[in-house]
């Protein structure tokens, strides 16, 4: 089987590569061995987009901004891990 593909499409006239370079390392520290690839993806007219092997997960204009770095790894977790515990980041607002 193999393993997802996280794709990040950034606007280079923004100057967002920075913000998504950032975005890839914080995926691939947290599923270095779950994921199989980060892709940075430049582009232009104001887009920034996440998916998920194919499927759109973020996009700043729909979803109003950008994903923090919670958000960001608690998509990713849900889809391919949804079993997975994030440890800090999940700890807050947990009920328990």
Known sequence: MSKPELRIT?????NWLLRSA???????????????????????GDIFEISLDGELTWERRRDGGFPDVKALKQLVRDRIDPGRDLG????????G
Not at 10 to 14: F, L, M, P, S
Not at 28 to 44: Q, S
Not at 88 to 95: C, L, P, Q, T, V
């Open 10 to 14: 950034y606007c280079t006239q923004c």
């Open 22 to 44: 950032w975005m890839a390392a914080e995926v691939l520290t947290t599923f270095g061995l779950e994921i199989g690839a980060v892709i940075l993806v430049p582009g232009t």
């Open 88 to 95: 800090h980041i999940d700890s807050h607002g947990k009920a």
